[in-house]
């Protein structure tokens, strides 16, 4: 396999945000809400955490001496915290989940490109889009554009990973941004090229590695086999997950406003 390590990544300055974006201010509801086990959290950095939280991080803690993980040394509270919300504070699932994320960082291929991974990109299979609401970054996917028969998933991957890291590392600014939007296009694919792989790989990979970082997914123009599906997978998500993800028809795009600036 052909790995490209180093792109050119000059273009993405352009993507940080104004000065301004430090005059952003979070209200307390959107930092957090709720108590317990049904609290959701969307700000993690120079925030105080409940006692509940700090309780939780210490047992995840525990956890994680017991089953011998080897996190990065660099990991904070936040780290820990986060993927103790992975799994709502079941701290024998958030383990699970933990022990995917450290296998998929100890791979000495993640965040580089396969030249089919590269061709993705250059296709505009999968871009930053520029920013939504409070300078949160948006990553576009074409999913009309993947050919189920011939687009690689490993491609697919990488493509995918490549814009997402990216965008943490050129958008978010702690405390001020820290999630995105992720706009996918269906262009209304149908039963026999709906690209359900592609779609279940992005959901993987978002909540496996990246956690508490979406804001909103828009999946745009979904034929009626896209919503069947959806109406039977969201019953598996967490209600907080659903919540955040919208299906959009042409003529029903000014959902997106509450989301993303007109211009």
């Given at each position: 396999?052909?790995?490209?390590?180093?792109?050119?990544?000059?273009?993405?300055?352009?993507?940080?945000?104004?000065?301004?974006?430090?005059?952003?201010?979070?209200?307390?509801?959107?930092?957090?809400?709720?108590?317990?086990?049904?609290?959701?959290?969307?700000?993690?950095?120079?925030?105080?955490?409940?006692?509940?939280?700090?309780?939780?991080i210490q047992e995840f803690k525990k956890t994680i001496k017991e089953h011998k993980f080897d996190i990065p040394k660099e990991w904070t509270?936040?780290?820990?915290?986060?993927?103790?919300?992975?799994?709502?504070?079941?701290?024998?699932?958030?383990?699970?989940?933990?022990?995917?994320?450290?296998?998929?960082?100890?791979?000495?291929?993640?965040?580089?490109?396969?030249?089919?991974?590269?061709?993705?990109?250059?296709?505009?299979?999968?871009?930053?889009?520029?920013?939504?609401?409070?300078?949160?970054?948006?990553?576009?996917?074409?999913?009309?554009?993947?050919?189920?028969?011939?687009?690689?998933?490993?491609?697919?991957?990488?493509?995918?990973?490549?814009?997402?890291?990216?965008?943490?590392?050129?958008?978010?600014?702690?405390?001020?941004?820290?999630?995105?939007?992720?706009?996918?296009?269906?262009?209304?694919?149908?039963?026999?090229?709906?690209?359900?792989?592609?779609?279940?790989?992005?959901?993987?990979?978002?909540?496996?590695?990246?956690?508490?970082?979406?804001?909103?997914?828009?999946?745009?123009?979904?034929?009626?086999?896209?919503?069947?599906?959806?109406?039977?997978?969201?019953?598996?998500?967490?209600?907080?997950?659903?919540?955040?993800?919208?299906?959009?028809?042409?003529?029903?795009?000014?959902?997106?406003?509450?989301?993303?600036?007109?211009?």
């Amino acid at each position: 396999m052909s790995i490209i390590h180093h792109i050119n990544q000059a273009s993405y300055e352009e993507m940080r945000p104004p000065i301004s974006v430090f005059d952003i201010r979070h209200d307390s509801h959107y930092v957090r809400k709720n108590e317990g086990k049904k609290m959701i959290r969307k700000i993690y950095n120079n925030v105080e955490f409940t006692e509940f939280e700090k309780h939780q991080i210490q047992e995840f803690k525990k956890t994680i001496k017991e089953h011998k993980f080897d996190i990065p040394k660099e990991w904070t509270d936040i780290e820990i915290l986060k993927f103790a919300y992975s799994k709502r504070f079941d701290l024998k699932k958030s383990a699970e989940v933990l022990a995917k994320h450290l296998k998929w960082r100890a791979d000495p291929n993640t965040g580089g490109l396969t030249e089919g991974g590269l061709h993705l990109l250059k296709e505009g299979i999968v871009y930053l889009a520029g920013r939504a609401h409070g300078y949160r970054p948006i990553i576009a996917i074409n999913l009309h554009k993947c050919d189920a028969k011939k687009t690689k998933m490993e491609d697919f991957t990488d493509a995918v990973v490549y814009i997402l890291k990216l965008a943490q590392k050129y958008c978010f600014v702690p405390y001020h941004v820290e999630n995105w939007v992720i706009i996918l296009e269906c262009d209304g694919a149908g039963l026999t090229d709906f690209p359900r792989k592609f779609v279940s790989k992005i959901t993987e990979v978002t909540t496996t590695n990246f956690q508490s970082t979406l804001e909103k997914m828009f999946i745009m123009n979904p034929s009626w086999f896209a919503k069947i599906l959806y109406e039977g997978a969201k019953l598996l998500l967490d209600p907080d997950t659903v919540s955040k993800i919208a299906l959009l028809r042409k003529g029903g795009y000014k959902e997106m406003l509450d989301t993303i600036p007109i211009d």
